[in-house]
C-alpha cells in the first residue's frame, strides 16, 4: 500500500474550516485514499474517501489534486467536538485486507 | 447500520490472569475481522486478522499462544489475553470487514475499544 505523509499536528479556531493535508505521492491508480479520524479513547470513525473526484458528505469534503498525489480533508465549520487525530489512508479498490495507520494528524479546535 | 461492539468497555485484571474481549457486528455478517492494539499516543498496530471458522493470522511479533482469537460466528470475534503481564496494558479495538448491500466496496467497521490495565 502507499504511504501517506500528514503534518503531526494542527489547530483551528473554532466555526472555521479546517483543512488538513495529506501527501500520497506513491499512490496509484487503483487506490483509494480513505479519512478516518479518531476522538481520544475512541475507536476510529470512517469520515469519507475518493478515488479521483472531489468528494462531500455531511462530515467533509475531500478534495484530491488533478495527479492524485495530495489531498485534503475539510471540515467546513469545526466545532470543539472535532478534536481528534486524523488519519489518511490510501486502500487497494477492492482490498478486503486491514487497514495500515499512520500517525496522523493531531487537529485540536480551540474556542 | 454497520454497528461494531466490543464488551467490556474497560478492564482490569491482575498480573498472570487471562480476560476475554468480544467484538460483535450488531447488524451485519463479517466474515473477516480484525484486532488492534493501541498504545498511548500511538497509532493503531494490526495484531491479527481473524475469519470465520479458520485460525487466525497473526503479525509479525504477536505471540499467538498468548492472545487467542477464536471467530465462532459471523457475527462474533473474541480476543483472550492470557496470563496478561502490565505490558499488554492497551487500548484494543477490533474492526469487522462487510461489504454491505449498496456499496461498492469492503469497508471496515471499527468498534469503540476496550481499554486493559494489567495490574
Known amino acids: 500500500d502507499a504511504k501517506t505523509t500528514q503534518p503531526p499536528s494542527m489547530d483551528c479556531a473554532e466555526g472555521r474550516a479546517a483543512n488538513l493535508p495529506c501527501n500520497h505521492s506513491t499512490i496509484s491508480g487503483n487506490e483509494y485514499v480513505y479519512w478516518y479520524r479518531q476522538i481520544h479513547s475512541q475507536g476510529p470513525q470512517y469520515i469519507i474517501h475518493g478515488l479521483k473526484n472531489n468528494e462531500t458528505n455531511e462530515m467533509a469534503s475531500l478534495i484530491i489534486t488533478e495527479d492524485r498525489k495530495s489531498s485534503t480533508l475539510i471540515l467546513p465549520h469545526a466545532t470543539l467536538r472535532d478534536t481528534a487525530v486524523y488519519y489518511c489512508i490510501v486502500r487497494p479498490v477492492g482490498s478486503q485486507g486491514n487497514l495500515i495507520f499512520g500517525k496522523g494528524t493531531k487537529l485540536s479546535v480551540k474556542p | 447500520g454497520a454497528v461494531v461492539s466490543q464488551h467490556p468497555s474497560r478492564v482490569i485484571c491482575k498480573s498472570g490472569t487471562s480476560v476475554k474481549i468480544e467484538c460483535r457486528s450488531l447488524?451485519?455478517?463479517?466474515?473477516?475481522m480484525f484486532w488492534y492494539r493501541q498504545f498511548p499516543k500511538q497509532s493503531l498496530m494490526l495484531m491479527a486478522t481473524?475469519?470465520?471458522?479458520?485460525?487466525?493470522?497473526?503479525e509479525q511479533g504477536v505471540e499467538k499462544d498468548k492472545f487467542l482469537i477464536n471467530h465462532a460466528s459471523l457475527t462474533l470475534s473474541t480476543l483472550t489475553v492470557t496470563s496478561a503481564h502490565p505490558e499488554d496494558s492497551s487500548f484494543y479495538i477490533c474492526?469487522?470487514?462487510?461489504?454491505?448491500?449498496?456499496?461498492?466496496?469492503?469497508?471496515?467497521?471499527f468498534g469503540p475499544g476496550t481499554r486493559l490495565t494489567v495490574t
Open positions: 447488524d451485519f455478517q463479517a466474515t473477516t
Open positions: 481473524s475469519n470465520e471458522g479458520s485460525k487466525a493470522t497473526y
Open positions: 474492526s469487522a470487514s462487510a461489504k454491505l448491500a449498496g456499496r461498492r466496496n469492503y469497508e471496515q467497521y
